[in-house]
């Protein structure tokens, strides 16, 4: 399955426009499996560098992850301040205790405007947004998370770090040769 809608300046984005790779990674905040993500997505960002932009859309799954709906609220309150990854980091950092208690202790603790966070967050101001990854994603055929593409194109193997790398420096080889 390919990506249905292309990145654009409306998505998280990590990394230079021009990089030879764009990973997007659909993720849930509370999902298990994207915490176990979390340091192998860290970790290629890493290796590759400026060859690599990430982008990142939320994907809750609200029927089996309770907190996830009003975490990516979060992340987008934090977006709406400047610091989206800051916020995104924390969130994995801290993926068991998501409750909105502990959503308000980590915007406090990355220097957010906690209250304006709470009114965002009560006044659903971000629920669009997050819904609106959450289509796209569904569009193109998200069914769980994390689920990754690779400039554009999905990618069904395992995410350890050395599948997907090997799998993304592939990707950029590919489009390197005409």
Same mark, same amino acid.
């Given at each position: 399955? #390919?990506?249905?809608?292309?990145?654009?300046?409306?998505?998280?984005?990590?990394?230079?426009?021009?990089?030879?790779?764009?990973?997007?990674?659909?993720?849930?905040?509370?999902?298990?499996?994207?915490?176990?993500?979390?340091?192998?997505?860290?970790?290629?960002?890493?290796?590759?560098?400026?060859?690599?932009?990430?982008?990142?859309?939320?994907?809750?799954?609200?029927?089996?992850?309770?907190?996830?709906?009003?975490? /990516?609220?979060? /992340?987008?309150?934090?977006?709406?301040? =400047?610091?989206?990854?800051?916020?995104?980091?924390?969130?994995?950092?801290?993926?068991?205790?998501?409750?909105?208690?502990?959503?308000?202790? =980590?915007?406090?603790?990355?220097?957010?405007?906690?209250?304006?966070?709470?009114?965002?967050?009560?006044?659903?101001?971000?629920? %669009?947004?997050?819904?609106?990854?959450?289509?796209?994603?569904?569009?193109? =055929?998200? #069914?769980?998370?994390?689920?990754?593409?690779? #400039?554009?194109?999905?990618?069904?193997?395992?995410?350890?770090?050395?599948?997907?790398?090997?799998?993304?420096?592939? /990707?950029?080889?590919?489009? %390197?040769?005409?």
């Amino acid at each position: 399955m #390919n990506l249905k809608t292309p990145v654009s300046d409306h998505d998280h984005t990590v990394g230079p426009v021009d990089a030879p790779i764009t990973l997007v990674e659909y993720g849930d905040y509370e999902c298990p499996y994207c915490g176990r993500a979390f340091p192998i997505i860290q970790d290629i960002r890493r290796r590759l560098s400026d060859r690599l932009r990430f982008v990142f859309r939320n994907f809750p799954l609200t029927r089996i992850h309770e907190h996830a709906e009003h975490a /990516a609220e979060v /992340a987008e309150a934090a977006a709406a301040q =400047g610091q989206f990854w800051p916020m995104h980091d924390w969130l994995f950092r801290h993926q068991p205790t998501l409750d909105d208690d502990a959503l308000l202790a =980590g915007a406090r603790e990355i220097g957010l405007d906690v209250e304006r966070v709470r009114r965002e967050l009560a006044d659903g101001t971000h629920r %669009a947004r997050v819904r609106k990854d959450f289509s796209t994603g569904i569009r193109s =055929g998200v #069914n769980g998370t994390p689920t990754f593409y690779i #400039n554009g194109v999905r990618h069904d193997a395992d995410y350890d770090t050395a599948t997907l790398l090997a799998t993304i420096e592939q /990707a950029g080889l590919a489009q %390197a040769t005409p």
